[in-house]
Nanobody, 122 residues
Framework: QVQLVESGGGLVQAGGSLRLSCAAS????????MGWYRQAPGKQRELVAA???????NYADSVKGRFTISRDNARNTAYLQMNSLKPEDTAVYYC????????????????WGQGTQVTVSS
């Protein structure tokens, strides 16, 4: 139904910055609450940051003060600005979103992006 397309991952040195983007495909849709998760090898997938449809945000303690989640509703896109990156931030980052698709039947669903690799070198 809905595809979340992630971009912006890559290799960066410690202290650097990256901005991840998550764009929802389709036109007749609205992104509701969304979040960024990450999973490092041997670790559980964890919530990094979340944002509600109203703009309220929530961050993991490990990234608070360094990462900023935001959204552009007109473009059905969410972002994760990552500053002061550390090697321990290395992980696959996944976008997750609750999305309403509009049509004969308005439907809500939860979707995951394909994941984008973020590697922070020391």
């Amino acid at each position: 139904q809905v595809q979340l397309v992630e971009s912006g991952g890559g290799l960066v040195q410690a202290g650097g910055s990256l901005r991840l983007s998550c764009a929802a495909s389709g036109s007749a849709l609205t992104m509701n609450a969304m979040g960024w998760y990450r999973q490092a090898p041997g670790k559980q997938r964890e919530l990094v940051a979340a944002i509600t449809s109203g703009g309220s945000t929530n961050y993991a303690d490990s990234v608070k003060g360094r990462f900023t989640i935001s959204r552009d509703n007109a473009r059905n896109t969410a972002y994760l600005q990552m500053n002061s990156l550390k090697p321990e931030d290395t992980a696959v980052y996944y976008c997750n979103a609750d999305v309403t698709t509009w049509g004969p039947a308005n439907r809500k669903g939860n979707y995951w992006g394909q994941g984008t690799q973020v590697t922070v070198s020391s």
